[in-house]
T-cell receptor, first 108, second 111 residues
Framework: KNEVEQSPQNLTAQEGEFITINCSYS?????LHWLQQHPGGGIVSLFM???GKKKHGRLIATINIQEKHSSLHITASHPRDSAVYIC??????????FGTGTSLTVIP | ETGVTQTPRHLVMGMTNKKSLKCEQH?????MYWYKQSAKKPLELMFV???????ENNSVPSRFSPECPNSSHLFLHLHTLQPEDSALYLC??????????FGPGTRLTVL
């Protein structure tokens, strides 16, 4: 069974803290997508990666193909980072399979 | 703003109504998707269209009927829905081999 698991499910942090969200999957993939969903539903693409590491501003995404694991890091977290972070993987074709998300709350 | 628009943003309908959800993108993407998002569950893929042809139908009940008249527009026709169909319905599009761009979603409530 192809599975995508995220941890933790819920995370509360103080403003300024370094945050890590994890995603594990069960079989080899062609790509992994990190998404951000704000209250109200809008989903924004953060990163798509198939190897190594990508950085954009305070966000860093890494992937370890051998360990079937990816992490999303947020440095110097801010209350506006509060959202649900979703990991999605693509095995073949155009379909992505989604994790249940990690709900992040950053407290001022 | 992702370039994918959905209308309406909110919809309340009775179980005997017929309504349609609309999705539009002018990004030149080949693939378009309908997803259902229920509380505390992962996004569920409903339908995939590639170049206007339906390539996936993930065992979706026939009370949901998709239509893709051209590569920029995608509809989801709804009839005789059940209260458990209440959810956020998200449309997405993607170019070949790339990530997905999501619309803002339609929050559907079935009474």
């Amino acid at each position: 069974k192809n599975e995508v698991e995220q941890s933790p499910q819920n995370l509360t942090a103080q403003e300024g803290e370094f945050i890590t969200i994890n995603c594990s999957y069960s079989v080899g993939i062609s790509a992994l997508h990190w998404l951000q969903q704000h209250p109200g539903g809008g989903i924004v693409s953060l990163f798509m990666l198939s190897s190594g590491k990508k950085k954009h501003g305070r966000l860093i995404a890494t992937i370890n193909i051998q360990e079937k694991h990816s992490s999303l890091h947020i440095t110097a977290s801010h209350p506006r980072d509060s959202a649900v972070y979703i990991c999605a993987v693509r095995w073949t074709g155009n379909q992505f399979y989604f994790g249940t998300g990690t709900s992040l709350t950053v407290i001022p | 703003e992702t370039g994918v628009t959905q209308t309406p943003r909110h919809l309340v309908m009775g179980m005997t109504n017929k309504k349609s959800l609309k999705c539009e993108q002018h990004l030149g993407h080949n693939a378009m998707y309908w997803y259902k998002q229920s509380a505390k569950k992962p996004l569920e893929l409903m339908f995939v269209y590639n170049f206007k042809e339906q390539t996936e139908n993930n065992s979706v009940p026939s009370r949901f009927s998709p239509e893709c008249p051209n590569s920029s527009h995608l509809f989801l026709h709804l009839h005789t829905l059940q209260p458990e169909d209440s959810a956020l319905y998200l449309c997405a599009s993607s170019p070949a081999g790339s990530g997905q761009f999501f619309g803002p979603g339609t929050r559907l409530t079935v009474l």
